[in-house]
């Protein structure tokens, strides 16, 4: 790990509030505590077994790899896990650690809305009091999402200052947990922020890659080529890289939201395009897309879980050092890539993992049929029926949704 605490080259730090320190220093010392003790990561790991579905499979893509005739093509299925995604490893430790810190409420924020679901479940399930932050133009784009926070008893606050999107609602947690701090913990969703979540949340997301080395070495006697993941703040790409980092042979390659295309500006890629620069925003310090006055852009994305302006301090140092290779997949990719999933494995990945699964297929023909690549399928498509429907011009989607809407306005 760094030499400062909490840096990773010159990326990551703890930019906060002075009058967090005493909050987030009790934080760093119930994580390096839980670090140390066997006995915690076995909590966790059984906690997760037994409510997530732990160990997810590796799956070999059969179809997959003859459609493609190039490297052995693997999936991990952390789409399986409870609530529909990886998301769910990081809330249920953060949770186990307020559970140590004796706290009683935990507050997130959310823009997609996965996020604050998986928190609100984690909260259902520990007896914790819950609320979520939320723009308020996310609160109403992402509707069954807030359903069902509240109905796990959430209170959900929809954030009306600003753009009333997600960075809107970040300041607005933090407020809170600066108001609340004796009682509340700020669960981040990603392995952002400042200093111990970065480090933190990538040692929740770890289990994900310690599977995934054991499985396919269980499998195949080898380890992988190639592991694919997507890259939105970094949580599900740093817990697979992070069982294969050591094992140099393994080129870990992570694939970012290239939406509309680069050139016209409407994407989220942070690291594979030279639109981002380095900043310290949000807690913590690495490439943003912002403009020459530190203002964040608008960033665009097919896959609202990978629209985010900032990335992680650790991917940020792993690519300077040329350890991780990164690259974008434009939104049409991504809608081909999901479809022959879909149509040739019956895998249903999510629009945010489907970019992994894009990357992937573009460079496989290439590789020989004795190589591997494992692609991480963060999460599962159902959520995203909405977009994909559109994307693929359905018509008897549109008229169900008509149908439904016509229902409504008549009773
Ligand atoms: C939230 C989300 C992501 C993006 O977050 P990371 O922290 O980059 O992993 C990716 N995939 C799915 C399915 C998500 O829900």
């Given amino acids: 790990m760094a030499a400062h605490k909490g840096y990773f080259g010159e990326f990551g730090g703890q930019f906060l509030p002075e009058i967090l320190h005493a ?3 009790g934080l760093e010392q119930v994580f390096e505590t839980a670090k140390h003790d066997p006995g915690f990561w076995k909590e966790y790991e059984t906690l997760m077994q037994n409510y997530s579905c732990r160990p997810t499979p590796l799956t070999f893509a059969e179809n997959l790899t003859k459609y493609f005739n190039g490297a052995q ?3 991990k299925r952390e789409d399986l896990n409870h609530t529909g995604s990886h998301k769910l490893n990081n809330v249920m430790g953060q949770g186990l650690l307020v559970k140590r810190m004796k706290k009683t409420r935990v507050i997130a924020e959310t823009g997609a809305g996965q996020h ?7 909260a259902a399930k520990f007896g914790f009091e819950c609320t979520i932050y939320m723009g308020e133009v996310d609160v109403l784009r992402q509707r069954p999402n807030v359903f069902w926070m509240e109905r796990l008893g959430a209170t959900v606050v929809p954030v009306k200052t600003g753009s009333r999107i997600l960075k809107d609602a970040i300041n607005e947690a933090l407020r809170d947990w600066v108001g609340n701090m004796d009682t509340t913990h700020y669960v981040l969703g990603t392995a952002c922020g400042a200093h111990p979540f970065p480090e933190m949340v990538t040692w929740f997301q ?16 080898k380890l992988p080529d190639r592991v694919y993941a997507c890259v939105g703040g970094g949580s ?23 939406g509309r295309g680069i050139a016209t500006g409407e994407h989220a890629t942070r690291l594979a395009s030279p639109d981002a620069s380095i900043g310290v925003s ?3 310090k690495t490439f943003f897309l912002q403009d020459d006055d530190g203002q964040m852009k608008e960033t665009h994305s097919v896959a609202a879980g990978l629209d985010y302006v900032g990335v992680s301090p650790i991917l940020s140092h792993l690519k300077e050092t040329g350890r991780v290779r990164f690259e974008s997949a434009t939104d049409a990719e991504v809608i081909t890539a999901l479809s022959l999933a879909v149509k040739k494995e019956g895998l249903i990945p999510a ?10 297929f573009r460079e496989v023909s290439q590789m020989a049929p004795e190589q591997i690549i494992i692609i991480n399928q963060s999460g599962r498509g159902d959520k995203d029926i909405f977009t994909i429907a559109d994307a693929l011009h359905d018509p ?4 169900y949704i008509k149908d439904k809407a016509g229902e409504y306005n008549a009773s």
């Fill in 282 to 284: 949000q807690g913590y």
């Fill in 73 to 75: 093509i693997w999936v």
């Fill in 23 to 25: 909050t987030i220093t």
């Fill in 396 to 399: 008897k989607w549109r008229d």
């Fill in 206 to 221: 770890s289990i994900v890659g310690i599977e995934t080395k054991k499985q396919i070495l269980e499998a195949t006697g």
């Fill in 351 to 360: 629009l945010e993992s489907s970019h992994a699964f894009a990357g992937a």
């Fill in 116 to 122: 604050g679901v998986a928190t609100a479940t984690m």
């Fill in 236 to 258: 599900n790409a740093m817990g697979i890289f992070s069982g294969f980092l050591k094992d140099t042979a393994v080129e870990c390659v992570g694939i970012e939201a290239g």
